[in-house]
């Protein structure tokens, strides 16, 4: 059949069957097609199998030896969970994926994490967020900041391939983007490469073997990454689900930095900081400051490490409704404040001085209920006052 190609636009004979695209992670061993017919209900116009894409022979040829080229080996690929992402930039020095893979996934073939992180360091610094100045990206050699960058997401399933999304950006934009973010989830001084991997093992429960996250999700929180806009909603509400129901790990950076990123961009500035702010006023990330005041004074009267603490059984609840558990918490903490005071008074003064301080800054009253926006700022008042405590604590001893 010769027809109008779908791709090219010219006459051109049509392909009947597409070669099979092997190297995608959950397909078929022997390949799967991208585009095919199988159903008489798909056909129309008299047309069987492929003759129904339009799609010239050698527009097929193409497409499909360039994914193939694309998929063997790790430079052009990455994969979250089901969903392959294929990349490469419109040039042939290779320098603008490495740089792309070591950005989102902290190393590659050509730079180890330790040296990603310097080359982070040096885009971002002195940057205004948005703009990448050619000074900076010099600094990465065999850079051209103009080239064209393309990112397909491409999952399987039972009898071929389907495409998430196709991405086309200014390489600049993309380098950019990424580093912003990189930048975002940063919850203290020591900078530290969040790969786009661990992202996914924050949103699942650490004690499944075989949970999945959407991919759906997946594909949105990569593309709210590379375009630097605002996470979809059920990331944060996944995260914040996490935290208070895995009651056996504790809130790590990673999970912390993308609630964070998340607030942040939800609001349109950096309503929290990298560490603790004592001059944020929000009521709900005073609460997480002071729940975490009371635990570590729980930990400090018994001078040793406890099999549980108030965060095993109030934490959820402290996030979701404050003025019903921390009265409650108050009280129980007066009892440890009395040891501790036995013990040294020092201890005593600094502990009551942060609860004074942090209950003043609410106007001595407690909100009724939290919001999912709010439960997040909770976490993060809690992990980072939790993390400057500990800090104190190390440089008293």
């Keep these: ?60 040829t193409k497409y499909t030896e360039a994914l193939n080229y694309l998929l063997n080996g790790r430079k052009h690929r990455i994969s979250i969970d ?6 490469w930039a419109m040039n042939s020095s290779g320098k603008h994926e490495d740089t792309f893979l070591a950005m989102l996934n902290g190393e590659s073939d050509i730079m180890n994490e330790a040296e990603t992180e310097d080359m982070l360091r040096k885009i971002l610094y002195g940057s205004t967020y948005g703009d990448v100045r050619s000074v900076q990206l010099e600094s990465i050699e065999d850079i051209d900041e103009d080239v064209v960058f393309y990112m397909v997401g491409i999952k399987p399933n039972s009898s071929r391939l389907s495409i998430k999304f196709i991405d ?19 919850v203290s001084d020591e900078f530290k490469i969040l790969p786009f991997y661990r992202i996914k ?21 990569f593309e709210a990454i590379i375009y630097g806009r605002r996470y979809p909603s ?56 002071l ?28 996030a979701s409704k404050p003025a019903i558990v921390f009265p409650k918490l108050i009280m129980l903490s007066q009892n440890h404040l ?17 609860i004074r301080e942090i209950i003043d800054n609410m106007d001595n009253r407690f909100p009724d209920t939290l919001l999912l926006a709010d439960q997040g700022e909770f976490i993060i008042g809690y992990y980072q006052q939790r993390q400057d405590l500990f800090t104190k604590n190390t440089a008293e001893k």
């Design 338 to 354: 009395k040891k501790i005071r036995a013990k040294k008074e020092s201890w005593y003064i600094f502990y009551d001085k942060n």
């Design 168 to 186: 086309r950006k200014k390489y600049s934009d993309v380098l950019w983007n990424i580093a912003g973010f990189q930048s975002e989830v940063q």
């Design 82 to 87: 089901d969903v392959t992402i294929v990349f």
């Design 291 to 318: 729940f975490a005041v009371l635990e570590r004074i729980q930990e400090v009267q018994v001078d040793g490490s406890l099999n549980s603490t108030i965060k095993d059984k109030y934490f959820a609840s402290a």
């Design 234 to 289: 059920a990331m944060l509400e996944t995260l914040v689900r996490r935290v208070k129901t895995d009651k056996d790990i504790s809130i790590n950076r990673v999970r912390a930095g993308l609630i964070k990123s998340y607030i942040n961009r939800m609001k349109q500035k950096e309503e929290l900081k990298m560490s603790l702010d004592k001059e944020n006023k929000n009521k709900a990330y005073l609460c997480g400051r």
């Design 201 to 221: 093992r924050e949103l699942v429960s650490p004690k499944s073997t075989n949970e999945k996250v959407n991919p759906e999700l997946i594909s949105r929180i």
């Design 1 to 60: 059949i010769i027809s109008q190609c779908a791709v090219t636009g010219e006459r051109e004979t049509i392909a009947r069957i597409h070669s099979k695209i092997k190297g995608v992670p959950g397909g078929l061993t022997s390949g799967s097609v991208l585009i095919n017919f199988n159903n008489p209900s798909e056909n129309s116009y008299g047309n069987e199998q492929s003759y129904n894409s339009n799609i010239s022979q050698e527009a097929m």
